[in-house]
């Protein structure tokens, strides 16, 4: 008698098979993909993406008008060989500046030219001129110089304003970092009214902090706010490797804007000056002992300006007692506690402006009015 197979084991026996199938076709899979549709030595079709962000054309329309008024800018320096006495020229660093105005004035940082014996400087077209240098500023880190170009100038980059800037707005940043002609960064304005020391040991006061990415080379060159206004020249970053790290510093356009017009006429920035010999370590030691915070004067130059408003400096008395000097607490308003902080308060003024000193004199406070003169 002939049994009837088991219905479970055909199950078993139908699903096994099934999927050895399954597994067969899905090994093959690409094969007979490629049989059935075949293959096309044609390019894929682009898909279309459709408008620009309007942040992206915004950005785009920046970068296109500002590029041509920003220079790439070479030094060179002269050395003399010790032994032939020979005298030649090798490379010293590079740059980058934009284009102050019509008469070829180019405003790049002091760093960028100092100790140089010549600089080429070249155009967005690729078009090299020699440099003359006009003057410079090594308290702002700012120079100008200055190129001849007989036909179709690039134009000067807009002006704008730093003292209305607010932390968080967009900045951007275009130079030539490490070589790399006309690059484009982005970020946002960290923070104001930086102070930074430099290699000299002098210290840049009002500085604008940004994320945007400044590395070397890009020195010299323009930072942008959003509607392509020049609001700094990026000058520094902090960097323990000496690459980006999410830290730059700018020189305010309202300080260039005070200092480059200077540096044309005169080829040097005279400071503001009050008249008065001050320091930093015994104004620390004395004013400590004071129990003021402020800035002690130790001479008041004759005929200065802070003789004619009246100020005193600190002198000994004939049993060789020391007679502290007024202290200068406030300048407008503004307190200054220190002499860095009385520095960067008068850097703001001009020569001839009139301000308003609050001073501590023998215990007392008082309002002194002082005409700012020229400095050294």
Request: charged content about 20%; overall charge negative.
């Given at each position: 008698?002939?049994?009837?197979?088991d219905p479970m084991?055909?199950?078993?026996?139908?699903?096994?098979?099934?999927?050895?199938?399954?597994?067969?076709?899905?090994?093959f899979?690409?094969?007979?993909?490629r049989?059935?549709?075949?293959?096309?030595?044609?390019?894929?079709?682009v898909?279309?993406?459709?408008?620009?962000?309007?942040?992206?054309?915004?950005?785009?329309?920046?970068?296109?008008?500002?590029?041509?008024?920003?220079?790439?800018?070479?030094?060179?320096?002269?050395?003399?060989?010790?032994?032939?006495?020979?005298?030649?020229?090798?490379?010293?660093?590079?740059?980058?500046?934009?284009?102050?105005d019509?008469?070829?004035?180019?405003?790049?940082?002091?760093?960028?030219?100092?100790?140089?014996?010549e600089?080429?400087?070249?155009?967005?077209?690729?078009?090299?001129?020699?440099?003359?240098?006009?003057?410079?500023?090594?308290?702002?880190?700012?120079?100008?110089?200055?190129?001849?170009?007989?036909?179709?100038?690039?134009?000067?980059?807009?002006?704008?304003?730093?003292?209305?800037?607010?932390v968080?707005?967009?900045?951007?940043?275009?130079?030539?970092?490490?070589?790399?002609?006309?690059?484009?960064?982005?970020?946002?304005?960290?923070?104001?009214?930086?102070?930074?020391?430099?290699?000299?040991?002098?210290?840049?006061?009002?500085?604008?902090?940004?994320?945007?990415?400044?590395n070397?080379?890009?020195?010299?060159?323009p930072?942008?706010?959003?509607?392509?206004?020049?609001?700094?020249?990026?000058?520094?970053?902090?960097?323990?490797?000496?690459?980006?790290?999410?830290?730059?510093?700018?020189?305010?356009?309202?300080t260039?804007?005070?200092?480059?017009?200077?540096?044309?006429?005169?080829?040097?920035?005279?400071?503001?000056?009050?008249?008065?010999?001050?320091?930093?370590?015994?104004?620390?030691t004395?004013?400590?002992?004071?129990?003021?915070?402020?800035?002690?004067?130790?001479?008041?130059?004759?005929?200065?300006?802070?003789?004619?408003?009246?100020?005193?400096?600190?002198?000994?008395?004939?049993?060789?007692?020391i007679?502290p000097?007024?202290?200068?607490?406030?300048?407008?308003?503004?307190?200054?506690?220190?002499?860095?902080?009385?520095?960067?308060?008068?850097?703001?003024?001009?020569?001839?402006?009139?301000?308003?000193l609050?001073?501590?004199?023998?215990?007392?406070?008082?309002?002194?009015?002082?005409?700012?003169?020229?400095?050294?």
């Amino acid at each position: 008698m002939q049994t009837s197979p088991d219905p479970m084991l055909q199950r078993l026996r139908w699903l096994t098979w099934a999927t050895l199938l399954i597994l067969l076709v899905w090994q093959f899979l690409p094969w007979i993909e490629r049989a059935l549709i075949g293959i096309t030595t044609e390019p894929r079709p682009v898909t279309a993406r459709g408008e620009l962000a309007a942040d992206e054309r915004t950005t785009i329309e920046i970068f296109e008008r500002a590029s041509p008024s920003v220079l790439f800018i070479t030094t060179r320096q002269r050395v003399v060989s010790y032994w032939t006495r020979n005298v030649f020229s090798v490379p010293k660093g590079t740059g980058s500046g934009f284009v102050w105005d019509d008469l070829g004035h180019l405003v790049t940082n002091n760093h960028v030219i100092e100790g140089a014996s010549e600089a080429t400087v070249r155009l967005n077209d690729g078009r090299s001129y020699s440099a003359v240098l006009v003057g410079a500023s090594p308290a702002h880190d700012l120079a100008v110089l200055r190129i001849s170009v007989a036909f179709d100038r690039p134009p000067p980059v807009p002006l704008g304003s730093s003292a209305d800037l607010r932390v968080g707005q967009k900045v951007f940043a275009i130079g030539n970092p490490f070589g790399l002609d006309y690059t484009l960064t982005s970020g946002l304005v960290s923070a104001l009214d930086r102070s930074l020391e430099v290699e000299s040991g002098a210290t840049i006061d009002h500085l604008i902090q940004t994320d945007a990415a400044i590395n070397p080379g890009n020195s010299g060159g323009p930072l942008l706010d959003s509607a392509g206004r020049l609001i700094g020249i990026n000058t520094a970053i902090y960097s323990p490797s000496g690459a980006y790290a999410g830290i730059g510093f700018a020189v305010p356009v309202d300080t260039v804007n005070r200092v480059v017009p200077e540096l044309i006429a005169r080829g040097s920035y005279l400071r503001p000056s009050l008249g008065i010999v001050i320091d930093a370590e015994i104004n620390k030691t004395l004013t400590q002992q004071l129990g003021v915070s402020g800035v002690l004067l130790l001479k008041v130059a004759p005929g200065s300006a802070a003789e004619a408003a009246g100020l005193r400096g600190t002198r000994i008395d004939r049993n060789g007692d020391i007679i502290p000097g007024d202290v200068i607490l406030a300048i407008d308003g503004s307190p200054v506690e220190s002499v860095s902080a009385l520095f960067g308060r008068m850097d703001r003024y001009r020569i001839g402006d009139r301000i308003g000193l609050r001073v501590w004199r023998s215990g007392r406070e008082m309002e002194v009015t002082v005409v700012l003169q020229a400095g050294e």
